[in-house]
């Protein structure tokens, strides 16, 4: 299997999507069956196919004096991204591994599960929510679109973000349970740190082996160059 690793930094949200559309096209086109794209956003709240409008606790236009807000193609509702939470887009061609939806997205919850019990949390699933969880509180969101196999989109792992930001929402329309991240279970860990942790996770849960690329080899493949 082909795995490609493009690390970023703090990336605007549309130039995130940019760069997942970019590998969706260099993934379709056979040039890797794999690439996982790690970043941060600044702060965005992003909206998902199944609404999220409903779930504002202040006025829209309230919202974006703070972040921006965009809806976007993936699974679920209304989340928040900001600094201090790494953002990890795997662009995978499911046809080089199983035709399974459920199935990638319980792989994407292992590698988080797997991350945490490294830093002595014991975090685990919701049979009625996508994501990972610590008690009754997320601290990895999940959401991804598929199109003709090819996944984009992908996880939010909350490590030292400001959550005050959640405060303004129903965090993907969940309105019985809440949100937490890495600091506010008492362990500050620096957000490259644990970003390489998750690299790693993912080589482990999805076999492969990644080679890391600049977004310049991300442009060339996109065109249809190796």
């Known amino acids: 299997m082909k795995a490609l690793l493009l690390k970023q930094g703090l990336v605007p949200y549309l130039k995130g999507k940019e760069l997942q559309l970019k590998a969706v096209k260099a993934v379709k086109s056979g ?5 996982l794209i790690t970043l941060q956003h600044p702060p965005v709240y992003t909206i998902g196919r199944a609404g999220g409008y409903e779930n504002l606790l202040v006025p829209l236009e309230e919202l974006k004096k703070v972040a921006e807000v ?3 193609e993936r699974g679920g509702n209304i989340t928040f991204h900001g600094p201090g939470q790494i953002v990890a887009y795997p662009v995978v061609n499911l046809n080089r591994w199983e035709r ?4 990638f997205v319980d792989r994407l919850e292992e590698a988080v ?5 490294d830093y002595g949390v014991m975090a685990g699933r919701k049979p009625e929510y996508t994501g990972v969880w610590v008690g009754d509180e997320k601290i990895c969101a999940i959401g ?3 199109r003709r196999w090819v996944t984009w989109h992908g996880i939010a792992f909350n490590v030292n973000t400001d959550l005050t930001y959640f ?15 890495l600091e506010k279970l008492g362990i500050k860990e620096d957000p490259e740190r644990v970003r390489e942790r998750l690299i790693g996770k993912f080589e482990e849960v999805f076999g492969v082996r990644f080679e890391e690329i600049d977004e310049n080899r991300l ?3 996109a065109g249809g160059s190796a």
């Not at 399974?100 to 199935?103: A, C, I, P, T, Y």
């Open 167 to 181: 405060g303004r929402i129903f965090p993907c329309g969940i309105r019985e349970f809440g949100v937490t991240s």
């Open 144 to 146: 991804i679109a598929v």
């Open 113 to 117: 599960i797997r991350l945490l019990a």
């Open 70 to 72: 965009h809806e976007v």
């Open 100 to 103: 399974d939806v459920h199935l």
């Open 219 to 221: 442009e060339s493949m």
């Open 31 to 35: 040039l890797a069956d794999m690439i």
